[in-house]
């Protein structure tokens, strides 16, 4: 267990330590979401139960994931944007693209969670695969939770996400 708490601070300090912002206001947001991304490396972690040996396999292939699903939100909310928010009509055939993109945005989703699966299910147990499915949503509604209480979702009150007061909600 000492190690899993080593392991812990260690991951949340190289996180703190790599944030170099341009100016004031850039260094509170990017600092409230390494924050954020900390404390979900901590939760996962203690939820998965992941060993340093695991984890060490495991952080690299779950970031590489992130990133790609990052990638595809960022698409599929420009494709929103220009669907709903353009200042200009668009004509039928954008619509029926930017409606197709849309689509197309939630099969390579699906796409990318399978690839995914199968990596997590060499690296990880059975168990662990099904216990991440659940700590990452319990995350996300423990995010959507503090968010309705008026906290910002960038890791303002993220004390109330250690594992031990999640378990008590």
Known sequence: MKHFNYLIVILFVMGQAFVVPANAQEDNKESRIERLK???VAFLT?????SAEDAQKFWPVYNEMSEKMDQLWSEKMSNINKLYRSDSELSASE???????????EVEKARVEKQYHEKFKKILTIDQVIKLYGAEHEFKKKMLHLIRKGKESSCEGCDE?????IAKT
């Open 38 to 40: 900390s404390q979900k």
């Open 46 to 50: 203690e939820r998965i139960g992941l």
């Open 95 to 105: 619509k029926e693209t930017a409606v197709d993109n849309y689509i197309n945005y």
């Open 161 to 165: 996400l250690s594992p031990e007061n």
